[in-house]
T-cell receptor
Framework: EAGVTQSPTHLIKTRGQQATLRCSPI?????VYWYQQALGLGLQFLLW???????NRGNFPPRFSGRQFPNYSSELNVNALELEDSALYLC?????????????FGPGTRLTVT | GENVEQHPSTLSVQEGDSAVIKCTYS??????FPWYKQELGKRPQLIID?????GEKKDQRIAVTLNKTAKHFSLHITETQPEDSAVYFC?????????????FGTGTSLTVIP
């Protein structure tokens, strides 16, 4: 069974640009979670999507947004990039009724803002 | 909101010794406490978890204890092995049907010295 996949692996952008990150969940999973892992700050919850809707978001500004498509894949958009947005962005998926109990992480997208 | 503190940030132990990592949380609404292991360059993986109605849980060399009154929980690894070297993250999660809230610690880098 294929795991969670993310693309691209690495992304380099300049300040002020927009970044788009993509995630494909494990087949059958309807929930997708996005996390930011910045150096020295651990994991921070960004967004949770399920059945195409945003269910919850963490303490991040509105320029962090996303969506979930009918096939349950998801996209994270970061507008007006700032230097401190440089981080590893992890996506995870699960069955909705399992929640974070059985949350499988993808390999991440390394975003570098220069 | 919730605040999760994790200590220590780095930990070195001799192979065969025990390692203990502690996390504290502030919001009594948190009711699920997973621990994740992240090896260098790899994705986080759930290694053990505990719900708020349980005081202790053990899985082979790994155990987690929870003190709800004091709002702290700990990860215990006994008979450590070099392959236990990784970054460990704790999390305090508020499981809600309307929207889970996720709060992570900043991580502990564990090094097991052969």
């Amino acid at each position: 069974e294929a795991g969670v996949t993310q693309s691209p692996t690495h992304l380099i952008k300049t300040r002020g640009q927009q970044a788009t990150l993509r995630c494909s969940p494990i087949s059958g999973h309807t929930s997708v979670y996005w996390y930011q892992q910045a150096l020295g700050l651990g994991l921070q919850f960004l967004l949770w999507y399920d059945e195409g809707e945003e269910r919850n978001r963490g303490n991040f500004p509105p320029r962090f947004s996303g969506r979930q498509f009918p096939n349950y894949s998801s996209e994270l958009n970061v507008n007006a990039l700032e230097l401190e947005d440089s981080a590893l962005y992890l996506c995870a998926s699960s069955f909705r009724d399992r929640g974070p109990h059985e949350q499988y992480f993808g390999p991440g997208t390394r975003l570098t803002v220069t | 909101g919730e605040n999760v503190e994790q200590h220590p940030s780095t930990l070195s132990v001799q192979e065969g010794d025990s390692a203990v990592i502690k996390c504290t949380y502030s919001d009594s609404a948190s009711n699920y406490f997973p621990w994740y292991k992240q090896e260098l360059g790899k994705r986080p993986q759930l290694i053990i978890d505990i719900r708020s109605n349980v005081g202790e849980k053990k899985d082979q060399r790994i155990a987690v204890t929870l003190n709800k009154t004091a709002k702290h929980f700990s990860l215990h690894i006994t008979e450590t092995q070099p392959e236990d070297s990784a970054v460990y993250f704790c999390a305090a999660i508020q499981l809600r049907w309307t929207g889970n809230q996720f709060y992570f610690g900043t991580g502990t880098s564990l090094t097991v010295i052969p």
